[in-house]
């Protein structure tokens, strides 16, 4: 669901290195359903072209206050473009820019637009750790707090200068993140934590082998984006998976036996709100891992195995203010086990799916699913992606 539809972004980007990252930020507002507009410092243009800007955006590039190319030069409106917009986005905001914002001053298009802006300013600043830790620059931020613009923290790490310290531009999915919160305030998931488990776990034999299964890890994965979408706090433990996700409200703990994921679990579970297993958890693991690689002798291999604790059981028994859904893969009597599931293990929901539904399952970005609530009333959908499975999972858990 994109949550900046409809909204009109006007990005203005200053001459700083992490311009480079600004169409990566274009193509996130676009993804996230908004329409957006750039205007640029001159000096900017050294670092990013206004053609990819242009490209992506789909609408010219402004970065002076007449268009000079023609014989009949043309006024670009910087009044116009501060009514258009819903949300004035400066990103980068150098050391210059934010102290020109700070005093007033007015010598570029992009400084123009913000002075006659009448939408909320948010501004992302990217310097060297020091300048950023200037008295002038954190007082120039101060300034522009005052003026009810909000300026959004720094992140931290290698520096352009190969320093490492605080002062890098926040990522451009954490400044949509933000947009999305700020045009957002309702989000249903707004103030939730939500526990996800994921992926299959390995079962350690000895130091090279291992019992596992074909569990991808990418139904997790997505519940765990959308979860994020609709406002909620996600910890996401997953076992070994080549998934990833990078999103400001995903904490991602990679785990890779039952046990650590059990922990992982256990640590995580009070503080959580909502709760989804979607691990594929080895229910068996070798009683002792062989300390060195086991030798092929002449004669059989027998493997003494015990069970594994039950995580989704655990957090069943533990429920207190939870909403606790759990996942079943069944191969026979689907339902009549999905619902002896559901109830021994203490659910407010149980997602089905089959193995016997082509194109459900494993390794597969398709999913056919069914949930069943714990009054035993049912949803049963078509064969869709995982991502929009995850949608209508949320869709039952928002209805519980
Ligand atoms: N589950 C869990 N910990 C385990 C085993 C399962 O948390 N040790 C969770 C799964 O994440 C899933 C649900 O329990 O949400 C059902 O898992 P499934 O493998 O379908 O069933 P099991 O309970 O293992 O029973 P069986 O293997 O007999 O079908």
């Given at each position: 669901m994109?949550?900046?539809?409809?909204?009109?972004?006007?990005?203005?980007?200053?001459?700083?290195?992490?311009?480079?990252?600004?169409?990566?930020?274009?193509?996130?507002?676009?993804?996230?359903?908004?329409?957006?507009?750039?205007?640029?410092?001159?000096?900017?243009?050294?670092?990013?072209?206004?053609?990819?800007?242009?490209?992506?955006?789909?609408?010219?590039?402004?970065?002076?206050f007449t268009a000079t190319d023609l014989d009949n030069p043309v006024w670009n409106d910087h009044v116009e473009l501060g009514l258009w917009a819903d949300a004035f986005l400066v990103a980068p905001a150098t050391s210059n820019t934010l102290s020109a914002m700070a005093q007033g001053r007015c010598n570029n298009l992009l400084l123009a637009v913000y002075l006659s802006a009448k939408c909320p300013v948010f501004v992302a600043p990217a310097m060297d750790l020091d300048m950023f830790a200037h008295p002038s620059n954190q007082k120039n931020m101060e300034t522009l707090t005052s003026f009810g613009n909000q300026v959004l923290p720094v992140g931290e790490g290698a520096l352009a200068s190969g320093l490492e310290g605080k002062g890098r531009m926040l990522e451009p999915d954490e400044i949509v993140a933000r947009l999305i919160s700020y045009f957002n305030p309702d989000l249903p998931l707004k103030g939730k934590r939500v526990l996800i488990t994921t992926g299959p776990t390995y079962e350690a034999i000895d130091p090279v082998r291992f019992i596992g299964n074909h569990a991808s890890g990418k139904m997790g994965f997505v519940l765990a984006e959308v979860a994020a979408s609709l406002g909620a706090e996600v910890?996401?433990?997953?076992?070994?998976?080549?998934?990833?996700?990078?999103?400001?409200?995903?904490?991602?703990?990679?785990?890779?036996?039952?046990?650590?994921?059990?922990?992982?679990?256990?640590?995580?579970?009070?503080?959580?709100?909502?709760?989804?297993?979607?691990?594929?958890?080895?229910?068996?693991?070798?009683?002792?891992?062989?300390?060195?690689?086991?030798?092929?002798?002449k004669s059989n291999l027998s493997l003494s195995l015990i069970p594994t604790e039950d995580i989704l059981a655990y957090m069943g028994k533990n429920k207190k203010k939870h909403r606790l859904i759990g996942f079943a893969l069944e191969t026979e009597n689907e339902l009549e086990n999905a619902k002896i599931k559901l109830k021994q293990k203490n659910l407010d929901g149980i997602v089905l799916n089959s193995l016997q539904d082509p194109g459900a399952g494993f390794s597969v970005s398709t999913n056919k699913i069914t949930f069943i609530h714990s009054d035993h009333s049912i949803q049963t959908f078509p064969l869709q992606s995982k991502l929009e499975c995850a949608h209508r999972i949320f869709e039952q858990i928002l209805s519980l």
């Open positions: 994109p949550l900046l539809s409809g909204k009109k972004i006007l990005l203005g980007i200053s001459g700083g290195i992490a311009a480079y990252k600004t169409p990566f930020l274009v193509r996130e507002l676009l993804k996230q359903g908004a329409e957006v507009r750039v205007v640029m410092t001159p000096s900017a243009k050294d670092f990013v072209t206004p053609l990819t800007l242009a490209t992506l955006s789909k609408h010219p590039v402004l970065s002076t910890q996401l433990i997953t076992g070994p998976t080549h998934e990833k996700i990078n999103h400001p409200s995903v904490a991602v703990q990679a785990v890779v036996s039952a046990k650590e994921m059990f922990l992982a679990v256990k640590k995580e579970y009070k503080r959580s709100d909502i709760a989804i297993a979607a691990a594929a958890v080895a229910d068996f693991t070798p009683q002792s891992v062989a300390p060195q690689k086991l030798k092929k002798g």
